[in-house]
């Protein structure tokens, strides 16, 4: 039986092959994410409703189940037409989740066009769809090292 909450099987098959660098996006419902990923990723499509999973619910799993080296957010150029003055909500609530998960990262932001490039890399093995709605909601994970003491 598993001891994380991350229950769904092809998404555990897929970060099971992952290994240290390995990047996994959780894409919110805007997210181009056929076309935006890497050519050796794959798609998983999770989105049951609008709204339905949120990026946020899919990260409290993923922290469950690996060990996570950064975590990036798609920065929001000045002159984007839905930029706005500050961080997006959401950023806030994936920092207390974060915290909440024992993790002392922090979310690092990096400017949309850098954020796709990094999703097309060749270590992109991943990428989770969700329904959210939410602007500016999305999220990559590098996968750490597992280390038992």
């Known amino acids: 039986m598993l001891q994380s909450t991350l229950l769904h099987p092809e998404i555990l098959r897929i970060c099971a092959r992952g290994g240290h660098h390995s990047k996994i996006l959780i894409a919110d419902g805007n997210y181009p994410a056929y076309t935006k990923r890497g050519p050796l990723s794959e798609l998983v ?9 949120t990026v946020s619910q899919v990260l409290k799993s993923l922290l469950t189940a690996l ?6 957010t798609m920065g ?3 002159d984007d037409p839905y930029a ?6 959401v950023w806030g609530e994936y920092r207390e989740i ?14 949309k066009w850098d954020f796709y490039q990094a999703v097309e890399s060749p270590d992109h093995i991943l ?6 709605q939410r ?13 038992d003491f």
């Open 45 to 53: 499509c999770l989105q049951l409703c609008p709204g339905v999973p």
């Open 67 to 72: 060990p996570i080296d950064e975590i990036q």
């Open 76 to 78: 929001i150029p000045e």
């Open 84 to 89: 706005y003055e500050g961080d997006p909500i």
């Open 98 to 111: 974060i915290k909440k998960s024992g993790s002392e990262l922090d979310l690092v932001p990096i400017l």
């Open 127 to 132: 990428t989770i769809q969700t329904a959210d």
């Open 135 to 147: 602007t500016w909601a999305n999220v990559l994970l590098t996968i750490g090292c597992r280390v």
